[in-house]
């Protein structure tokens, strides 16, 4: 239901953020699909002119920047941050957001890829121009997903549930921010963003659209096992410590080895071949160790969280800057 002072506003300027990490196969189709939207968007008058779409070099090694250079030489629409080094994909995008809020009243994430719909957006503007500050994407179904990432994005959804995080299932950062809303998230100052989780805490009138999520036309993920497990971590604790990790993955290990032991000594017990008291005596101190490193590892998981923090770096460092007027974005 569209209400008195939301009906109220003005079609909005968007800019659409895509962070790219070595998406040289991809670029130019994805430069060319979202400048059509985004154009057929102006033409039907759904949002203003000077409307843009701008890229996150996220310090790709490929051919990616220079790809990137090449459209924007040809077509002032598109615009480049290009970031010193390769931050992350969540520190890429919020360096397109902070950049991009200065001039847009609407910004959408998207990835370079194209897997996310785009055809979506007009849902997006709906629910915005309906009163919504945040419009969270969320994909219909894992169908394009391996069955190990269609596994391990589940249980991880419902770890951070139980966790107390109200992240939004199956919602991975598709998703329509306002100026406003984006204002308030300029204000959290924290090195350890992740704003999967944040931004639903944020509050503000906020909406759901649906969408189809296609299989990759080109080039790989560029989210690595690795990748996506420090992204996993950085979720539950919001930062990642690997000395710190490697700790705990030291005490869950010897919490194995003296699970095997405790049933190695207790046949031996079984057995009669044994001092009395020894069973005993090892199983205690074999568990008391593992428990007391792995839980170490977790105190220092967050310790190490603590010393990020207080460093105060950088989130993520522009190298260079491309964006120029668009006098008319509806060619
Ligand atoms: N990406 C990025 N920095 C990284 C990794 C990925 O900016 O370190 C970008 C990537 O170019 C893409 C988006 O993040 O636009 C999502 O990555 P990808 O499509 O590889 O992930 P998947 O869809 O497989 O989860
Ligand atoms: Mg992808």
Redesign the pocket.
């Known amino acids: 239901m569209i209400d008195m002072e939301s009906s109220a506003r003005e079609i909005p300027v968007l800019y659409l953020v895509?962070?790219?990490?070595?998406?040289e196969e991809m670029i130019e189709r994805s430069a060319q699909v979202m400048s059509d939207k985004l154009r057929r968007l102006m033409k039907e008058g759904k949002v203003k002119a000077g409307s843009k779409v701008m890229f996150?070099n996220?310090g790709s090694k490929d051919n990616t920047l220079k790809l990137l250079h090449k459209a924007a030489e040809k077509d002032a629409i598109f615009s480049i941050i290009s970031l010193a080094g390769?931050?992350?994909?969540q520190s890429?995008?919020l360096a397109g957001m902070m950049m991009a809020r200065k001039y847009a009243d609407v910004v959408v994430t998207i990835?370079?890829?194209l897997?996310q719909d785009i055809e979506a957006l007009d849902n997006f503007l709906t629910c915005y121009m309906n009163g919504s500050e945040i419009v969270y994407g969320i994909r219909n179904d894992r169908s394009s997903d391996n069955i190990f990432?269609k596994t391990t994005a589940l249980a991880y959804y419902k770890f951070m549930h139980m966790l107390g995080s109200n992240v939004i299932t199956n919602h991975?950062d598709y998703r329509l921010m306002s100026k406003k809303a984006l204002d308030a998230l300029s204000e959290y100052q924290e090195t350890n963003l992740f704003l999967r989780g944040l931004i639903p805490t944020m509050g503000f009138p906020s909406d759901v659209v649906y969408f189809d999520v296609k299989e990759?036309e080109a080039g790989?993920?560029?989210?690595t096992l690795s990748?996506?497990f420090t992204l996993a971590m950085d979720g539950i604790t919001s930062m990642s410590v690997r000395p710190l990790r490697m700790i705990a993955g030291l005490g869950f290990i010897v919490c194995l080895f003296s699970i095997a032991m405790c049933i190695f000594s207790l046949v031996d017990w079984a057995g009669g071949n044994t001092v009395p008291g020894y069973t005993t005596s090892i199983i205690v101190s074999l568990m008391m160790g593992g428990i007391t490193l792995f839980s170490l590892g977790i105190i220092g998981e967050y310790i190490g969280k603590i010393y990020m923090e207080t460093k105060k770096r950088p989130r993520y460092i522009i190298d260079t800057f491309v964006w120029k007027e668009d006098d008319n974005g509806t060619a």
């Open positions: 895509v962070p790219c990490y070595n998406e996150v996220d390769n931050y992350g994909h890429a995008i990835d370079a890829d897997q990432k991975a990759r790989h993920s560029k989210y990748k996506m």
